[in-house]
């Protein structure tokens, strides 16, 4: 399916909410499988976060996972102004949650950015809390609201699109997520596809506030509408 | 001040959100302060937990401190039907959190019984997040509310009036925190004093929600207003 969108001439952007793993591994990961894929085309909550990082001039502690912290190696860290939270995992501590707290509570506006707010996920060991819970009991403590930089939020899809260079309206998000894909895709004034596959769930279609624009069985059928309607 | 107190005949009941030991330890530590208490004269989270658990038929899976265990001695805990979250400090880990998420998102209907709900407290090493912050990312992970037992529910302040064995009308709560100790007895119908020492900060006096019957700079400034009036 990637390759047939790629060959019709069409511009791809991947976007995804990983924060286990730099792009560069990742990519590593799809092309492993068979997945012709390069670092540009993809979209993630880390590079997004630098992004932000830059522009307001923040110095961030990091509460995540070990194999993401390369994407913060271009950062100043010293004498950090603001804690950036990624899935952690087996960092997730008591020690190192209390001194993300203690960093916080200490500034004068605490800034908490969150590289998403998963509830929890799936791996071949059970299920485990993901970076969404420690974000509400850091937020919780330091009575502050985190900004979210990965899906769903707007400013994550317009990065996607400034990646593209197309304007929202000239572009179409296929995903499995009704909340996170879906619904950040449309907020950002593009049409979303809700594949039936992976994390959807047939109560998504009886979901009381996003309703795709459309459903597609899988990804293949999706381009295949996709390439049909050009 | 609690000399005074009982030699005037008045009964009195501690009140205390300690989730971190047994009520045998807590009396021990302040009867090694000098302080003339028993058992019987605190009200403390876990107890009330263990007799709604009693009440309910519920069998807990603990998240708590080491040293509250056997606070819950008496209690089934086998194949558990609720989570019970205390401030568990070092207990806080990231296998334990999970362990006690995947207890609760197993359940047909998920039952979190809080033993508080505070945010942040100092201990000698610093700043620590409270039992609160924990209580929250379960909350959300697991899109459930916990039910707390500790300070400010009105459960827990009924059931140091059923031990004084007196209304609500005829009890005055003293105490340092604006929103779990005042707040917590005036909406049980007791009246509240706040004293100007402790947790106290300038600031409360313009709570938005809480206003104490009245501020006493101190324990001793409080019991000689109440003894003036007996």
Redesign the interface.
Same mark, same amino acid.
């Given at each position: 399916s990637l390759r047939r969108i790629k060959a019709s001439g069409l511009k791809l952007q991947l976007c995804t909410n990983e924060t286990q793993a730099t792009r560069e591994n990742f990519v590593r990961k799809l092309r492993g499988l068979g997945f012709d894929v390069s670092v540009s085309e993809v979209t993630a909550p880390a590079p997004a976060a630098c992004r932000l990082l830059r522009e307001r001039g923040l110095r961030p502690h990091l509460l995540v996972h070990d194999d993401l912290v390369p994407e913060f190696a271009e950062v100043d860290k010293t004498n950090p102004n603001c804690v950036v939270l990624g899935d952690a =995992?087996?960092n997730?501590?008591?020690a190192n949650?209390?001194e993300a707290?203690?960093l916080l509570?200490g500034m004068e506006k605490p800034v908490l950015i969150s590289l998403g707010k998963g509830?929890?996920y799936k791996e071949t060991d059970?299920?485990?809390?993901?970076v969404? =819970?420690?974000m509400? =009991?850091?937020?919780? =403590?330091?009575?502050v609201q985190a900004e979210v930089v990965g899906k769903p939020s707007k400013r994550f899809f317009e990065s996607a699109l400034a990646e593209l260079g197309v304007p929202p309206e000239q572009a179409i998000m296929i995903g499995d997520d009704i909340v996170n894909d879906v619904g950040g895709a449309q907020q950002c004034g593009m049409r979303a596809l809700q594949v039936r596959t992976g994390k959807y769930r047939p109560s998504d279609e009886n979901h009381p506030e996003v309703k795709p624009d459309a459903y597609v069985n899988n990804l293949a059928e999706a381009v295949d509408i996709i390439l049909q309607q050009l």
């Open positions: =995992a087996e997730f501590t008591y949650l209390n707290f203690r509570i509830r929890y059970g299920l485990k809390l993901d969404g =819970a420690y509400k =009991a850091l937020e919780y =403590a330091c009575d």
